[in-house]
């Protein structure tokens, strides 16, 4: 093999544009309401308390500094408009927040007169705070699960202004305003916007669709972040199990990511598990039309249904994959994921060294599939089936 070398860098760049494009496929005969809702400030935030009103579980950290709540606060006592809360109802009739989960956080935090203890870090991990079991076990309260996983402290919420060159200061936590004022304060409606979909079989691609609209503005979340927020089941839950307990995947793949691209690549090992098949020697793609995030979706949407034993199936499938990984340089995803996909189908105990890797990743023969076009469906299929047959002859040689 004629060996030639290139940067990882522009590889998993490349790999990174074809996992965000946009997933263009759409829904036929979907009809999308919207319910909207005017709530007082005290009806939401207890509602909130109680989990009527709850966070999806693998959500970006709430990150809002002290003084960010401030103005919210500041913007609620002065009867400014605060932008809507978008939410659905989940199997257990809560409203899940596709969209206010800071501003929701935030507003409950004024009203109790708290904020994070911890000075040096601030941000509270949601996945951590709504994977806590109580939450399926008993009766528990937001503040509850909040303060026992991040204390909180009292603070001072402050109105700041000036005044004949003098600037002054209002204590304006709610506690402390004025009892017409808090009246008032209690019942300034905010606005919870209700998704619902009329076609159940569809229901998580729409939301997928409204999740990624409603976040199209400031910071977008990524292609992986949207179905974190969508797809809660045992087949993600079994996903950021593994991305965050397994040390040696860790050290395979490096630091979490920040927008969840490891998770993804655990997504991606098993959509192309589950689609791709080798038949008569080769490997075949099916439901594959030259979108990763459109075979990522269509997937997301059958696991949802997955019951306990085609779960750990995949877990097993997943770790077992990582047990046979040498430990040594960046493996770069593509290369990971036609590992993967060659590792089911050729059995044996048998260790993918990373001279190996490295081996295909500099071959000139490899490099074509994965260049330039890589989504397309001749490459991805010459990609699979190239590393299938090297992993092959790798391994019956070993075995020789």
């Given at each position: 093999m004629e060996e030639k070398n290139y940067n990882i860098e522009d590889i998993e760049k490349q790999d990174e544009d074809i996992t965000e494009q946009k997933d263009y496929s759409f829904i036929e005969n979907t009809n999308v309401t919207q319910y909207k809702s005017d709530l007082a400030f005290k009806t939401l935030i207890d509602g909130f308390n109680d989990l009527l009103y709850v966070i999806p579980k693998y959500q970006r950290k709430y990150i809002w500094s002290k003084e960010q709540v401030e103005n919210l606060a500041i913007s609620l006592i002065r009867g400014l408009p605060i932008p809507p809360i978008y939410v659905y109802r989940n199997e257990k009739k809560q409203m899940e927040i596709l969209d206010g989960q800071q501003r929701i956080l935030s507003l409950f935090l004024y009203y109790k007169g708290k904020y994070i203890k911890n000075s040096t870090n601030t941000q509270v991990e949601l996945q951590r705070l709504m994977s806590d079991d109580r939450l399926n076990r008993a009766e528990i309260s937001f503040e509850k699960l909040l303060e026992d996983q991040y204390p909180l402290k009292d603070v001072t919420y402050e109105l700041k202004y000036r005044e004949e060159?003098?600037?002054?200061?209002?204590?304006?936590?709610?506690?402390?305003?004025?009892?017409?004022?808090?009246?008032?304060?209690?019942?300034?409606?905010?606005?919870v916007i209700e998704i619902k979909v009329d076609a159940e079989n569809q229901k998580n691609r729409i939301l997928y669709k409204v999740f990624q609209n409603l976040n199209s503005g400031g910071t977008e979340l990524k292609n992986?972040?949207?179905?974190?927020?969508?797809?809660?089941?045992?087949?993600?839950?079994?996903?950021?199990?593994?991305?965050?307990?397994?040390?040696?995947?860790?050290?395979?793949?490096?630091?979490?990511?920040?927008?969840?691209?490891?998770?993804?690549?655990?997504?991606?090992?098993?959509?192309?598990?589950?689609?791709?098949?080798?038949?008569?020697?080769?490997?075949?793609?099916?439901?594959?039309?030259?979108?990763?995030?459109?075979?990522?979706?269509?997937?997301?949407?059958?696991?949802?249904?997955?019951?306990?034993?085609?779960?750990?199936?995949?877990?097993?499938?997943?770790?077992?994959?990582?047990?046979?990984?040498e430990v040594g340089d960046r493996i770069a995803n593509l290369l990971?994921?036609?590992?993967?996909?060659?590792?089911?189908?050729?059995?044996?105990?048998?260790?993918?060294?990373?001279?190996?890797?490295?081996?295909?990743?500099?071959?000139?023969?490899?490099?074509?599939?994965?260049?330039?076009?890589?989504?397309?469906?001749?490459?991805?299929?010459?990609?699979?089936?190239?590393?299938?047959?090297?992993?092959?002859?790798?391994?019956?040689?070993?075995?020789?």
């Open positions: 060159d003098k600037e002054k200061v209002i204590d304006i936590r709610y506690d402390k305003l004025p009892k017409e004022i808090r009246r008032t304060v209690d019942f300034t409606t905010i606005s992986q972040e949207l179905r974190n927020g969508v797809y809660q089941c045992k087949f993600y839950d079994m996903l950021h199990e593994i991305n965050n307990t397994n040390e040696k995947w860790r050290k395979i793949y490096g630091e979490k990511h920040k927008h969840s691209r490891d998770v993804e690549l655990l997504l991606r090992f098993a959509a192309i598990q589950y689609y791709f098949k080798l038949e008569y020697g080769l490997i075949k793609l099916h439901n594959y039309g030259n979108s990763y995030p459109k075979l990522l979706n269509d997937f997301s949407d059958e696991a949802i249904h997955f019951d306990d034993v085609t779960v750990d199936m995949y877990k097993k499938n997943i770790e077992r994959f990582i047990d046979k990984i990971l994921e036609s590992l993967y996909l060659a590792s089911i189908y050729i059995d044996g105990n048998y260790t993918i060294e990373n001279d190996f890797c490295k081996t295909i990743a500099n071959d000139t023969s490899y490099e074509q599939y994965i260049l330039s076009s890589s989504s397309s469906k001749s490459k991805v299929k010459g990609r699979l089936n190239y590393v299938y047959k090297q992993l092959s002859n790798y391994v019956n040689g070993n075995k020789k």
